[in-house]
């Protein structure tokens, strides 16, 4: 799992220097937002793109995504990312979800039957997307990792789920009530996790984004900006991670794959075809690769690939450029 990062294991000792690159929350405003997140409280009644473009013309950047489409009627957690960041919003998708929604049985159900479906819904489970989804229909294994009931009123109950991305709550909802054999609806829904981000760690409001953007412009102080719009490394930490030279990361933004003589340091339990975040010794995210050897191999080890790259984050230029070019271009 991507999240059981373990201790650093150093490989040599180097230091960064100052003159390039931009530790992650000291970067110019400008650059700042080349590399943004913003865990965004998505309200009910526009759609994801919608606001994932009043986003983008608020702050005036010109490209700008989003990670799990949340239907018009859907509320709750929408990562947002600006720029370079956006190349890394598929990491979202490696961790489970989760959503808290009111469901109506159209009959009484005894609690213990109720308790006893959600159990037979735990596990692997199989859906074909809605019409009205926006993916090809076809039949596809989620799983389901956990139903809770928080609350229930008469027939209407408040419940969270854990799930795998790409779960279809409402499908899920219909399906339980079919096996209650009375029916069921989903009346309301709210996504309140993405993989390692959740309510707790606060969201981010339209409204409180449109008055920091207006106390940047207006008055020149960027404090509340900063702190809604979060460098991307700040919500990558569980993640596992490589350290490189600051002779290696133009490479790396060119395309070479990460060769062990270009390694600081390491999570000390990476396995062989994990994904891994390079970062540059100030901390910035240079890109994401999948390792070809595991922590103990590449510490064992002097020479070899460690990590091929899979998504490069990080312009070239901002490091110089202290490799020769070559039709297969390696790191050291």
Same mark, same amino acid.
């Given at each position: ?73 859907? &509320?709750?957690? /929408? ?42 819904? *735990? ?37 969270? *789920? ?56 207006? !008055?020149?102080?960027?404090?509340? /900006? ?26 790396? !933004? ?15 339990? *990476? ?54 070019? &070559? ?6």
């Amino acid at each position: 799992m991507f999240y059981d990062v373990g201790e650093w294991l150093v490989l040599s000792e180097d230091v960064t220097n100052e003159s390039y690159g931009f530790y992650p929350d000291k970067r110019p405003i400008e650059v700042h937002f080349k590399y943004g997140f913003i865990p965004l409280d998505k309200p009910r009644g526009p759609s994801s793109h919608e606001v994932v473009s009043w986003v983008r013309k608020m702050l005036g950047e010109e490209k700008a995504g989003h990670s799990g489409t949340l239907d018009p009627g859907v &509320s709750g957690l /929408l990562p947002i990312a600006l720029g370079n960041a956006t190349k890394a919003l598929g990491l979202f998708l490696l961790g489970p979800k989760e959503y808290v929604t009111v469901v109506r049985v159209h009959n009484d159900v005894l609690q213990e039957k109720l308790e006893r479906v959600f159990t037979e819904f *735990i596990g692997p489970i199989y859906q074909r997307p809605p019409q009205k989804s926006s993916v090809k229909r076809v039949i596809r294994p989620r799983t389901i990792y956990g139903i809770q009931m928080i609350e229930k009123f008469g027939r209407l109950m408040v419940l969270r *789920i854990k799930c795998e991305a790409g779960t279809y709550i409402r499908k899920l909802v219909y399906d339980i009530g079919e096996v209650l054999g009375v029916g069921a609806t989903m009346v309301e829904l709210r996504r309140t996790k993405v993989s390692n981000l959740d309510e707790e760690h606060g969201l981010v409001r339209l409204h409180d984004l449109s008055e920091a953007v207006h106390q940047w412009k207006e !008055c020149g102080d960027e404090s509340l /900006l900063r702190e809604l719009v979060k460098p991307i490394e700040s919500v990558l930490q569980p993640f596992k991670k490589i350290v490189v030279r600051d002779s290696t990361v133009d490479a790396l !933004c060119h395309g070479a794959q990460l060769a062990i003589p270009g390694i600081v340091k390491l999570s000390s339990r *990476i396995n062989t075809n994990d994904v891994v975040l390079i970062m540059t010794l100030k901390g910035e995210l240079v890109a994401i690769g999948k390792a070809v050897l595991g922590s103990d191999e590449i510490e064992e080890n002097v020479k070899g690939i460690a990590v091929k790259i899979e998504r490069v984050i990080m312009n070239s230029g901002i490091y110089p450029k202290l490799w020769k070019s &070559s039709k297969t271009r390696v790191t050291s």
